[in-house]
């Protein structure tokens, strides 16, 4: 919906083709560094990864440093526990953890004399029924008469006793999109929940011979909440809301995330 | 507290019933040529040195010993009328004025009496004729009177081309806006670039930043009242305007001469149809809205007279399948009675409606979302002219409130759930006396007390959070079950001490209670902000404000200057946590935080009223800040509207009996603002990292406006001006917003995005009118 008001004010703007955007010049504070956890336990075969960094210098990427010699500890709420190896400079994988549906897990790093922890759910899959597509009318979606885009289709059945969180993922020629302003694609079931649901992606310019595939993550509530509010921090400052930093289920001030989906796939070839 | 009320209630009418009898006159002042009733035109009685100035009716009473005077009767831009009276028992004057024939010559800003500024206790006012609009430069040639009042001190506009408005720190939902005394809800149009208010409808205008009479209740701030013409009353007459992105006709006729009139006044924009003649693409969508205003009245007697105004306006915007339109509708019933020629009735029936309605068509299916709120409104109001040195107000007034907080519903082969937030009611009622006194020959006040109460009904089901949002208890309400009550006392006084003929010490102080809020998605005006009643979470919000000034005129009240300073407190201020999602949103009060407010500010006024050259400069120091125990840390921060400096400047001058050159040049210090202070990666990508709320600032905004009016040939029976305006002269980018992102074109590396709107912009405007 917030897109809807830029949308709008895009549309206004155009319409007198009035304005005017140019890169400028701001000086910004430095933040002190605070440690950044990125790590997600799925229901696809290990290992999984924990990523240690530091937040630096918004203008400057050379102060983003990786964190060494941290210890990540991943928990099952069965009481199994794993110590994540250190493979490269800031990243720790599992060895033998295979991440189980409807099951609890926990993470518990320890860096630099601090303790960081957080809990998340990794819900049961919700497969994709079918896929399909359609040419979009011509000139829809803001496209001149000429642009030829599709409309992808993914049907799925909603399980009606359970909040369901969802990410969608979408590969043209096995290339992800690239997330940008508010392209993490996350929603929750209120819309349709216990049914069964096609939901579309329009305007996609994509052509016959292509493979369209889609991942359907189901995810806890932890990582549906920080992928929806990462949106919100990184299209930021405009004319949108105050920004705020995501909502994160880490503690101690720790950036980041510890996210966990099951994770179901499809795909569909144009023609 | 009750029982204080009471006693403060009865004090001074016994004082007012038991002053000495004396005989009145009264009656109505009239402008001769259209019949438009004049409000605050000036009734003297020179033998006795007192006078006073007919109300928002054109109705005027004074009651005075027995005698023979001379009354002189006067309104700027108008003849003065002297009668001479033998007045030994109550007396009848209706007056009919004269528009003066070289009114042209003199660019007023006000009719007020030439030193009411001086004498008057009210304090932080601002009146506008709105025929005074017609010179100032405007964006797109749009005469609005939402954005000339941003150039008064103490007033700032909520952006760039905003109709919104902040007074003295408040934010823009606290203004209460009122169009023949039905509240408008939402007083913009097209994302808040133009207001709903067509000033060819439109009489006048009083915004009160301070000293708010307790007639008036609901909103912290700020009340801005404005009245509609009630229509020529003599003859026929039609005027209007052709511009550039919209036309405006509006039609006059007398119902039966003298007794009655009405007014049909209408707008309508029409950018979209001449954008699609450059972009063929943009064919078969719109984006457009329309305004309608009528208003017709009747006397029915010596006594009675009644009046019937509507406004309905409505954007509309249809991009392929997807449909948004929203708008206002007001409707207002009056009746005026004269009990006696002393006590003076108003009863006003009065119905507001704001909603915006979405329509998708997409996946076989059609979505529709909604939200609105309607109100039906009883209002009582008396006026009892006691004698020369009181007059006394009191009435009261009861709205039910319905709010439909938002539903969202669609149907087709795949449809989604449907969403629907349940309605909530509730009664917002009000019950006020004040008197407005002068003592002596120095010193005037106006006091009076407001006890305004609130009551939120069933049916529905109500939760109630703890702070971190989570319920601690669910509540099913029957039909008209009570849910909560809040009521609040709400003092006003505003008193003016004369030091001498020319100059003034002013002081004033109120509490304000406000029961409903608005909640906004986004900074800019938007069609899709909801208003919410108070409820077991969301307490009524509260402010005082102490103010005191210096008033004086210079050279023959030519020239007029004030200082004003001012301290306002609030409390129950409402802000939003992360994340927080308002639409469709049944927890929304669970993601909302309360905290505190401060502003204080000195808004300095200099004004040339009389002259070729006319104009002002109004300067406000301010600074305003909030205080949230669940953001910031609970530091206090500054607010959005936290202006250091606003500056505007304003003139206009008559060059000959044809041109008139005007000029506005506007400068604020940048808005308070959340930038990044570091960075991290999250999935490879730079995500910002805040810290401080509103820790930075915008870069500061100034802007030159110039316009020319020309006045075509004047007949009798037919006038006619064209008006060439600049906006942004000196085509200075004001930042609109400052976005974060990372770059395009070079990986790793981020980049700071100035997005400006509008750089210089020419338009015309011609007016007619016969």
Request: hydrophobic content about 35%.
């Amino acid at each position: 919906m917030k897109n809807l008001v830029n949308i709008i004010i895009l549309l206004f703007s155009v319409l007198f083709l009035l304005s005017c955007e140019k890169v400028i010049d701001v000086d910004l504070k430095d933040a002190e560094s605070r440690l950044v956890i990125e790590g997600n336990i799925t229901s696809d075969a290990g290992p999984y990864t924990v990523y240690l960094s530091k937040s630096g210098s918004y203008f400057d990427y050379s102060t983003l440093e990786r964190v060494e010699n941290g210890e990540v500890i991943i928990s099952d709420e069965n009481g199994y526990s794993e110590v994540l190896n250190e493979v490269s400079p800031g990243i720790y994988q599992t060895q033998n953890m295979q991440g189980e549906e409807n099951t609890n897990y926990s993470i518990q790093v320890v860096s630099e004399g601090e303790i960081y922890t957080a809990e998340e759910y990794l819900p049961n899959k919700v497969e994709i029924d079918t896929m399909y597509f359609e040419k979009d009318e011509p000139g829809s979606y803001g496209n001149d008469e000429n642009t030829v885009t599709y409309s992808i289709y993914c049907v799925f059945t909603d399980p009606a006793e359970t909040v369901d969180y969802y990410r969608f993922k979408i590969y043209t020629n096995g290339l992800l999109e690239e997330a940008g302003f508010g392209t993490y694609l996350v929603t929750d079931d209120e819309l349709f929940n216990g049914i069964t649901f096609p939901v579309r992606f329009a305007g996609r310019e994509v052509v016959p011979g292509d493979t369209v595939k889609i991942e359907l993550q189901t995810t806890g509530f932890n990582t549906y909440e920080y992928f929806r509010t990462v949106n919100d921090a990184i299209g930021g400052g405009g004319m949108g809301s105050t920004p705020y930093n995501p909502i994160t289920n880490l503690d101690n001030d720790a950036l980041g995330y510890f996210g966990a989906y099951n994770n179901s796939a499809s795909e569909v070839v144009i023609q | 507290m009750k029982i204080n009320f009471l006693i403060v209630f009865f004090l001074f009418f016994t004082q007012v019933l038991f002053a000495q009898e004396k005989n009145t006159l009264s009656g109505y002042i009239k402008d001769g040529s259209t019949g438009e009733e004049l409000i605050g035109a000036t009734v003297y009685i020179q033998e006795l040195s007192i006078g006073t100035v007919s109300n928002v009716y054109g109705f005027y009473s004074i009651t005075i010993p027995a005698g023979d005077y001379h009354v002189r009767y006067s309104y700027i831009g108008y003849e003065t009328e002297v009668d001479s009276i033998d007045f030994y028992a109550n007396q009848v004057i209706n007056i009919e004025l004269k528009p003066q024939s070289t009114q042209l010559d003199e660019v007023v800003i006000t009719g007020e009496q030439s030193d009411e500024n001086v004498r008057s206790a009210e304090m932080g006012v601002v009146k506008m004729d709105v025929k005074d609009l017609d010179v100032i430069p405007v964006l797109f040639g749009e005469k609005d009177i939402l954005k000339t009042i941003q150039l008064m001190p103490g007033v700032s506009g909520a952006g760039e081309g905003s109709t919104g408005f902040y007074v003295r720190g408040g934010n823009t939902d606290q203004n209460l806006i009122l169009l023949d005394e039905a509240p408008v809800y939402n007083a913009s149009h097209l994302l808040g670039f133009f207001s709903v208010f067509n000033s060819d409808a439109l009489k006048d205008m009083k915004l009160y930043k301070s000293g708010i009479p307790a007639r008036y209740g609901g909103r912290l701030s700020s009340v801005l009242d404005v009245h509609m013409n009630n229509g020529n009353s003599k003859k026929f007459t039609m005027q209007g305007g052709i511009g550039i992105i919209s036309s405006r006709l509006t039609l006059e006729a007398p119902i039966v001469k003298d007794k009655g009139s009405f007014i049909i006044s209408g707008r309508r924009t029409y950018a979209d149809v001449v954008y699609s003649i450059f972009d063929p693409d943009f064919r078969g969508n719109s984006l457009y809205f329309y305004d309608l205003n009528a208003k017709a009245n009747y006397t029915l007697g010596e006594k009675d007279r009644i009046y019937l105004s509507t406004y309905f306006g409505r954007d509309k915007f249809e991009f392929g399948n997807f449909g948004f339109d929203w708008g206002n509708k007001t409707a207002t019933l009056r009746w005026n009675h004269l009990y006696n020629e002393r006590l003076f009735s108003n009863t006003s029936f009065i119905y507001s409606n704001y909603n915006y309605k979405i329509k998708a068509e997409m996946s076989e299916a059609v979505t529709r979302i909604s939200s609105g709120i309607e109100d039906l409104n009883f209002k009582q109001d008396f006026s009892f002219y006691a004698n020369s040195n009181n007059t006394a107000r009191f009435g009261f007034n009861v709205i039910y409130h319905t709010f439909f907080p938002g539903e969202l519903t669609s149907e087709g082969e795949n449809a989604f759930n449907d969403i629907i937030l349940d309605q909530q009611q509730a009664f917002e009622s009000g019950i006020y006396a004040s008197n407005e006194q002068k003592i002596g020959t120095r010193f005037n006040m106006n006091y009076g007390l407001r006890l305004s109460m609130f009551n939120s009904m069933g049916p529905g089901t109500f939760n109630t959070y703890d702070s971190d949002g989570s319920i601690t208890n669910t509540q099913e309400y029957d039909s008209w079950e009570n849910i909560i009550n809040y009521y609040g006392f709400e003092p006003r006084m505003s008193a003016s001490f004369l030091l001498n003929e020319v100059s003034s010490i002013k002081v004033s102080f109120q509490r304000t209670y406000q029961y409903i809020h608005l909640l906004s998605s986004s900074t800019s005006e938007n069609p899709t902000d909801i208003w919410v009643p108070s409820s077991i979470n969301v307490k009524p919000g509260i402010a005082e404000q102490y103010s005191i000034g210096y008033f004086r005129n210079f050279f023959d009240d030519k020239f007029e200057t004030s200082v004003e300073v001012y301290y306002k407190d609030m409390h129950n201020q409402i802000d939003y946590k992360d994340g927080a999602n308002v639409l469709l949103n049944e927890y929304v009060e669970a993601d909302l935080a309360f905290g505190i407010g401060r502003s204080y500010g000195l808004e300095v006024f200099l004004k040339k009223r009389l002259g070729k050259f006319t104009g002002w400069i109004g300067y406000t120091l301010g600074k305003t800040e909030k205080q949230f125990d669940q953001i910031n840390e609970g530091n206090w921060y500054s607010a959005r509207q936290d202006r250091r400096h606003d500056i505007s400047i304003v003139g206009s001058y008559k060059l000959s009996q044809k041109w008139t050159l005007a000029a506005n040049w506007i400068y604020y210090t940048g808005d308070a603002v959340t930038f990044p202070s570091g960075q991290y990666i999250i999935d490879g990508n730079s995500v910002p990292l805040y810290t401080e709320r509103n820790g930075y600032r915008m870069p500061d905004y100034h802007r030159l406006d110039i316009s020319a009016t020309y006045m075509g040939k004047q007949t009798r029976r037919f006038n006619s001006s064209w008006n060439f305006s600049l906006y942004n002269v000196y085509a200075h980018e004001n930042a609109y917003s400052i976005s974060f992102r990372e770059s395009e074109d070079n990986p790793y590396e981020n980049e700071a995005v100035q997005l400006s709107l509008f750089s210089i912009i020419p338009s015309i405007t011609w007016n007619f009118k016969f």
